[in-house]
């Protein structure tokens, strides 16, 4: 190629279209100076100028060769990353969840990455040192700026910005730049920092037995430093790498003698990248058999992924699956595939990542939300290089970078754990699997006890491939179900506080046996709300429209939903009279009772409260686990899929408040939880018994948990949601309108809802006050849309729902009017 030629190429104008991490419609184009354009790749990171003072990390989308035809493009300012962070196939996970969840790819973005690679943007602005500069020609402003520039060696736009009181300083502040007196440095810092851990080694001249021996001879005056290089000397022959800490708990010298040691050039220090993820390699070991229906289960897994990309495994608790699911992740490894296994709850990573981790080692990784910043990065870049073979976390670990991804296990799939609720995108983990799937050309295992509606119709429709474990492993036994009728205990004076007598009694032979209890009782808290016993008033939220919950740990009135808080009410005063008193009951509450009435039983709670911090689930399953406790009380946290070995009974205190809840979904997952809670019981060869509390014992609901009869639950079910047009037959879409003052909030909603009425006609439900119609003083109107599954495009019909936001939104008459959009919102 000539030198003119390259010369061409060289000076070649490239565009690139950047995802920025902002809630802005569409992506944006920059230019790339020619020297940086060997340097450019989608999937990079760009550093850009957007709007007169933002600077963002953006991710590249798109390179071509034309310029933005509405306005002029800005060059980039710098590309981060030698190598991409993104890849193709999770920039089409992005374009999909955009499209399918209706919200903007920068949502997606900002929810994807994890934040220490989201980058931190600051202008800092700095005065320069030339002394020959009057100052007294400046203006006031300039000459303030000076001034605080001097106290403070530097400050940011925003400092500048908060100091004068003014949005507008970019003026000012080329003005002083022009003149010499100010120095202005975009610096861009990325937060996620590799974990450097320090080992002593010793110098070259010391390696063999002679040098050693000559090395402790010449010691014999500093006896502290010759302890120091005999306690290296042992700990290498037992550990390998040695860390200064090591040398100085073993020889009990201090850092100072180190010091001296590595100023004598007798210890080098080396400086290697450690994992903040915790753990030691583990030997690699199966220790277990399938049983033959495990077996055939297995068999028919492997046969339907010949021909489907999706199977449901429906299999009753305590059946096995995990074992199942441990065959499958080994087969995928040897193919050299990476396996992704998602569980709803952070809780459940805990004990489950101790049994795989006995098969997989260091091939498996643990992502979610209670990790910090740079542990998240870290996963991040190991999944990125194929490091981790397994990954198991919460619905967050879709956007992990997977390299030739061949199945994903959804564990637990019917719990609404998986949907993520705000902010946006609004998207459920499970179907956004099955698509990531799809782009890596893998598979994906659905396992359930109680299979969500959705998933078991569409292996019904034989969309999905479906396999049935209807035994439980080994020699346990699907455990006895009674139901109690509180009202009736109650005229037998057989209730003592929230117990039946048979619960009690129950309780109590349990422990007697050496055996353990789970109650559930699916409200947090001590009491869920206080009330006048005069007047009939109730403290409620300033922020929104809920009741506050009293909380005995804090001693104060707690909102769940904005975090309010205020100390406890003693004179009502909207009556003035001091008869407030507590009703209801939560697992505060359940702990207290519990402790006057068995005081030498040992209880754990095990709900969002005592749960705070990183390891805040795992402190609490493995003290239960380990029989630290008796009694464990917990919300729905303890249904989901935990395994402990000597827990005979189950009581569930209050069975109403599921079932009467108002929503369309409230019969199934009533089902739901009280089986899976049930499920925790007679496991490990352990005979059980669950305990239903309520003052409805004829519910059909309950008739079906005590005979297990999850068949019977969704024919009852699909037939209802067919009859009122609910899911699976119809998809929903729900738009919530919001704004601070309730007149506005109903008159915009209905200005919407005539929009959107105006081409989807009866489609179009509301507007409505949702359950709790204000949050963080936002007043709240719903607008549901229904749609049909068949014979409708839902492509054509959500076009035409953007199309009628957007003729909404331009209307200024309803400027700062917010909206949020959830597509499957239950």
């Known amino acids: 190629m000539s030198d003119i030629s390259l010369f061409q190429q060289e000076r070649e104008t490239l ?27 989608v999937g990079k990171r760009a550093i850009v100028q957007f709007g007169r003072n933002k600077i963002y990390a953006a991710i590249i989308h798109k390179i071509s060769h034309e310029a933005p035809k509405e306005y002029q493009a800005k060059y980039v300012l710098s590309i981060i990353d030698e190598h991409a962070i993104v890849d193709q196939r999770q920039l089409a996970l992005w374009e999909w969840m955009s499209d399918y969840y209706m919200c903007y790819l920068g949502e997606v973005m900002q929810a994807a ?64 730049f022009e003149q010499g007196f100010i120095l202005i440095s975009e610096e861009i810092k990325d937060r996620y920092k590799p974990k450097r851990k320090s080992y002593l080694l010793l110098a070259e ?22 302890d120091a290089v005999l306690a290296f000397l042992q700990l290498e022959k037992t550990k390998g790498e040695v860390s200064r800490q090591d040398v100085m708990e073993a020889a009990g010298v201090s850092a100072g003698v180190l010091t ?5 050039e007798i210890f080098v220090v080396r400086e290697k990248i450690v994992s903040r993820l915790g753990g030691e390699d583990v030997e690699v070991t199966v220790d277990f058999n399938l049983n033959t229906n495990q077996e055939r289960a297995l068999a028919d897994i ?7 990309d999706v199977v449901l495994l429906h299999g009753v608790t305590a059946s096995g699956k995990t074992q199942l699911y441990i065959r499958l992740i080994e087969e995928h490894i040897q193919q050299g595939k ?4 998602l569980l709803p709850e952070i809780a459940l990573t805990a004990q489950i990542t101790d049994r795989l981790k006995l098969h997989f080692g260091d091939k498996l990784g643990v992502y979610h939300s209670k990790f910090n910043d740079n542990e998240r990065a870290e996963v991040w870049h190991k999944v990125l290089k194929g490091e981790y073979k397994v990954v198991i976390g919460a619905r967050s670990s879709v956007f992990l970078p997977f390299q030739q991804l061949g199945l994903i296990i959804v564990d637990e799939e019917h719990e609404s754990s998986y949907k993520q609720y705000d902010p946006a995108p609004r998207y459920q983990a499970r179907d956004t699997a099955i698509y990531l799937a799809h782009l890596h050309q893998g598979k994906v295992l659905l396992g359930s006890a109680t299979p969500s509606i959705e998933s078991y119709y569409n292996a019904k429709a034989d969309k999905y491939g479906l396999v049935a474990l209807r035994e439980r492993y080994g020699e346990s036994q699907l455990p006895e179900i009674q139901i109690i009728n509180v009202a009736e205990e109650g005229r037998k004076e057989q209730m003592f506080s929230y117990f039946s007598g048979a619960l009690l009694q129950g309780i109590t032979e349990a422990i007697e046996r050496k055996e353990q209890v789970i109650l559930f009782q699916n409200r947090r808290g001590h009491t869920p709300f206080m009330q006048c016993n005069t007047c009939g008033w109730v403290a409620k939220c ?70 705070k911090g990183k390891y805040g689930f795992d402190k609490v399953i493995t003290a239960f686990d380990e029989h630290e406790f008796d009694i464990l009380i917990g919300t729905q946290m303890v249904a989901k899929g935990l395994d402990f070995g000597r827990v005979s009974l189950i009581g569930i205190i209050n069975a109403d408040a599921m079932i009467n809840f108002p929503d369309f979904r409230a ?101 409505e006050p949702p359950l709790v119609s204000r949050i963080r003083n936002q007043f709240i109107q719903t607008i549901t849309l229904k749609i049909e599954r068949n014979n409708v495009s839902i492509v054509k019909v959500k076009e035409l729902i953007r199309q009628a936001i957007t003729l909404f939104e331009v209307d200024k008459t309803y400027k700062g009017v917010r909206l949020s959009i959830d597509v499957d919102p239950y």
């Open 15 to 41: 565009f690139v279209e950047v995802i920025l991490p902002l809630y802005i419609a569409k992506t944006y184009t920059y230019r790339i100076p020619a020297e940086w354009n060997a340097e450019v790749a």
């Open 113 to 176: 990455l994890p934040a220490a690679m989201k980058m931190a943007s600051e202008t800092k602005i700095m005065a320069s040192d030339n002394d020959e500069l009057d100052r007294s020609l400046l203006s006031d402003k300039g000459f303030l700026v000076m001034e605080a520039l001097d106290m403070a060696g530097e400050l940011t736009i925003n400092d500048i910005v908060k100091l004068l009181e003014q949005k507008t300083v970019f003026p000012l502040l080329k003005s002083l």
């Open 205 to 226: 001249g010391f390696s063999d037995a002679e040098g050693k021996r000559l090395l402790l001879d010449s010691l014999n005056r500093a006896p502290k430093q010759q």
């Open 260 to 264: 001296s040691l590595i100023e004598k």
């Open 302 to 308: 492997r046969g339907y992924f010949e021909k489907k």
């Open 338 to 341: 990476s396996v992704l296994y």
């Open 542 to 611: 300033v922020n929104c429209d809920v009741s506050l919950t009293y909380h005995k740990s804090t001693h104060h009135l707690h909102c769940h939903y904005c975090g309010h808080s205020e100390a406890p009410i003693q004179v009502c005063p909207a009556c003035g009279m001091p008869h407030i008193e507590n009703k209801g009951f939560g697992t505060e509450r359940i702990e207290e009772e519990l402790e006057i009435l068995l005081p030498e039983a040992r209880i754990g709670r095990l709900d969002l409260d005592s749960t």
């Open 667 to 767: 019969y199934e997952r009533a089902f739901s939880l009280f089986a899976q809670v049930a499920g925790r019981a007679g496991r490990r060869n352990q005979a059980g018994k669950v305990i239903i509390q309520t003052h409805n014992p004829n519910h059909r609901v309950l008739e079906q948990v005590v005979n297990h009869d999850y068949e019977g639950m969704f024919m009852t079910e699909v037939k209802e949601r067919k009859n009122y047009q609910y899911p699976p037959f119809y998809r929903i879409i729900r738009i919530d309108v919001r704004h601070t003052d309730m007149q506005i909030s109903l008159d915009a909603a209905s200005r919407l809802a005539a929009l959107l009425r105006s081409t989807l006609g009866e489609r179009v439900l509301g507007p």
